[in-house]
């Protein structure tokens, strides 16, 4: 898989290749600013792009604009932002085409390489992969607002976890619960919160996160 | 002649009349009762009396500028100095408050505003119920009552003794009536500006005055700063710093462990792997403290925005802003939204709250309402202080409408160009 990578601190653009080339990606380009991205992008067409969000030499968030850019340019361009603080504001920005593909993480999430990785894979297939910390932004002001609908506890974690972008499997596997039990919840919580029910994946849970987005 | 002209006019000159009666009665009286006050100082009396005096002075020169604003738009500047928080009460008060007043320059442009008042003042003042009087007794005179007062009355510089000269006097009422029809709302205006030239203080005193608030708000500014890297310190040293000294400690332990006990190494490398976690979010946290990520890439519009999703309440931000503000204002705005926002959140119990933020004529204006009870006050200790002193640095103001019951609506407006 061909991995294009924007990310202006040496360590850590370091790092990352070799995490993701000890993975078995192909990084066809590590760049450190935005006009070099920018060019990347008009050049070369890698199957995920991985960019942080402050990129020189304007230090603002001109890695986000280029990706923002580039999906214009060639919808569903899969693109994963890393960020050192995350905003909803830019993750709605992120979303709001709904062509999916995008990924919106914290940089401490390389700390865990199997569930980044994971990341990485579910973005460039097409899938979602929102930080926790976005998702729970989402819901903390979600419920003081209005209650979600009745639901348990137990439904709450799954809306979570699949509000982050997991399948059914990685939730099952990370909650110790069969498949099938996760299949009962997810159709549940879409009972309750009376969301159109869809076999993809991605689009279920771009439903949810505006869901939870609405009436602000 | 237009209706609205006449009635001004007429206005104009009962507020003449008033105005002339204020000065001759008030002025009057209160230029010999501080003089005889002040004189009687050296044998004791006086400085008790002074004090009441004085007051009363100042009151009526206050009733005079609210006048002034009130009838001809004219700002006069109030320049007395407060007194200071602790002055000692009894007879140790009011000498002290006695020599306070003294000494303060205002008291002086009073004393001669007085005496500009019952002079120039209340003939400018007179001038406009007199034009007009004058005229309608000089086109009497014609109606016949020149008949009445009998030869050689002079009406200004005609002898009237008969009918002709009595026609001239009417017409001369006429011309009398027109001037003051026209000058009547500029002689009121007139004398507002012999009161602010006596009254308002001289640019030496304007200067001091824009002198002390700037020294004021630089310390406030250095305390600031000073009190903030201190913070800063503390945060790193009890936090991120602690805990890469507890990550390095718990890398030696694994170093010797990793052969001898890998399950006890193992465990321990998950601890160092939280640690570099936890003081990665407390550093976070710092810096959003210090200087919020957004307002760095976005500007203050963005940030804002983003403030307001963190919110508990649901909120409505709407942000008209052509171009990034300078840094320090961008700084200082967006954490003055930030205490106004954290004040709503806490103690209003308000369900929504609106933020508006625009420039216009020179101005950075914010405005932050919130549906709830109300009763937000500036006072000691409330968080809109700290907010008012740290946009007083850039000479922003701030403003709290907060009727109980509600809505509350915050203001905030600071002096700032596009960057």
Same mark, same amino acid.
């Given at each position: ?21 000890? +993975? =078995? ?32 030499? /304007?230090?603002?968030? !001109? ?19 890393? /960020? ?5 504001? +830019? ?22 390489? !199997? ?34 609908? $009745? ?16 399948? #059914? ?18 159709? #549940?919580?879409?009972?309750?919160? $009376?969301?159109?029910?869809?076999? =993809?994946? #991605? ?14 | ?6 009635? $001004? ?11 002339? *009666? ?21 044998? &004791?009396? &006086? ?6 005096? *004085? ?17 001809? &738009? ?63 007794? %000089? ?12 030869? %050689? ?32 709302? +500029? ?8 009161? !602010?030239? /006596? ?12 002198? =002390?608030? *700037? ?22 040293? =009890? ?103 954290? #004040? ?34 500036? @006072? ?7 907010? !008012? ?12 409408? @907060? ?17």
């Amino acid at each position: 898989m061909r991995v294009l990578l924007a990310e202006d601190l040496f360590l850590l653009r370091d790092g990352l290749v070799r995490m993701l080339e000890a +993975y =078995d990606f192909e990084v066809i380009a590590a760049v450190e600013s935005g006009p070099e991205l920018t060019k990347a992008f008009a050049e070369l067409t890698p199957d995920v792009a991985i960019c942080d969000v402050r990129l020189p030499p /304007s230090h603002t968030d !001109e890695g986000l604009q280029c990706a923002l850019a580039a999906r214009r340019a060639r919808p569903g361009l899969p693109v994963l932002i890393l /960020s050192q603080h995350v905003e909803q504001l +830019y993750a709605r920005e992120l979303l709001a085409d709904g062509n999916g593909g995008v990924g919106y993480l914290l940089k401490d999430r390389v700390f865990d390489a !199997e569930q980044f990785i994971d990341a990485v894979r579910r973005v460039a297939a097409g899938g979602t992969a929102m930080d926790p910390q976005v998702i729970q932004q989402l819901l903390s002001r979600r419920q003081a607002d209005r209650p979600l609908g $009745g639901l348990t506890p137990r439904e709450l974690e799954v809306l979570e976890l699949m509000a982050q972008g997991r399948s #059914n499997a990685a939730i099952a596997s990370q909650l110790v619960v069969t498949e099938r039990a996760i299949a009962k919840h997810t159709s #549940n919580i879409f009972a309750k919160l $009376g969301l159109p029910v869809s076999d =993809d994946d #991605n689009r279920r849970v771009l439903a949810v996160i505006a869901y939870l987005d609405q009436g602000r | 002649m237009d209706r609205t002209k006449a009635r $001004g006019s007429l206005i104009a000159a009962a507020r003449g009349l008033a105005l002339a *009666l204020l000065a001759l009665v008030g002025s009057i009286t209160l230029f010999v009762l501080s003089v005889v006050s002040i004189a009687l100082i050296p044998i &004791g009396v &006086g400085v008790f009396t002074t004090p009441f005096v *004085l007051g009363f002075v100042r009151a009526h020169a206050q009733q005079r500028r609210q006048l002034a604003r009130a009838w001809a &738009g004219v700002e006069i500047a109030t320049p007395y100095r407060p007194f200071p928080a602790d002055v000692r009460r009894g007879v140790v008060g009011q000498v002290e408050r006695c020599s306070l007043l003294l000494k303060d320059p205002a008291t002086w442009r009073d004393l001669r505003w007085l005496l500009t008042d019952m002079t120039a003042g209340a003939v400018t003042a007179i001038l406009a119920p007199g034009l007009l009087l004058e005229g309608v007794f %000089g086109v009497l005179l014609f109606a016949g009552l020149w008949t009445v007062l009998g030869d %050689g009355w002079w009406y200004a510089f005609i002898p009237v003794g008969g009918w002709g000269s009595a026609f001239l006097a009417s017409l001369l009422g006429c011309v009398w009536i027109t001037v003051g029809m026209f000058a009547n709302p +500029y002689l009121v205006r007139a004398h507002f500006k012999v009161a !602010e030239a /006596s009254l308002a203080p001289a640019r030496e005193a304007a200067l001091g005055a824009r002198i =002390d608030q *700037l020294t004021e708000s630089r310390h406030a500014a250095v305390d600031d700063s000073a009190a903030e890297l201190r913070r800063i310190e503390r945060d790193l040293h =009890d936090g991120a710093q602690a805990r890469l000294v507890a990550m390095g400690m718990d890398l030696g332990t694994i170093e010797a462990l990793v052969e001898k006990d890998p399950a006890k190494a193992k465990e321990l490398l998950r601890q160092a792997r939280q640690n570099s976690a936890d003081a990665l979010t407390e550093l976070r946290d710092l810096v959003r403290g210090i200087h919020p990520p957004v307002l760095a890439e976005r500007g203050l519009g963005d940030a804002v925005k983003a403030l307001a999703l963190r919110l508990p309440i649901p909120s409505d931000v709407d942000v008209t802003l052509h171009g990034r503000l300078g840094e320090p204002v961008e700084s200082a705005a967006y954490f003055a939204v930030s205490e106004v926002l954290t #004040n709503a959140v806490k103690h209003s119990g308000a369900e929504r709250i609106w933020v508006d933020v625009h420039h216009a004529d020179g101005h950075l204006r914010i405005a932050v309402t919130d549906n709830g009870k109300g009763g937000a006050r500036i @006072s000691a200790g409330s968080g809109l202080t700290g907010v !008012e002193r740290r946009l007083g640095t850039f000479d922003g103001v701030l403003a709290v409408s @907060s009727p109980a019951g509600g809505p509350t609506m915050v203001t905030m407006e600071i002096p700032c160009a596009y960057s």
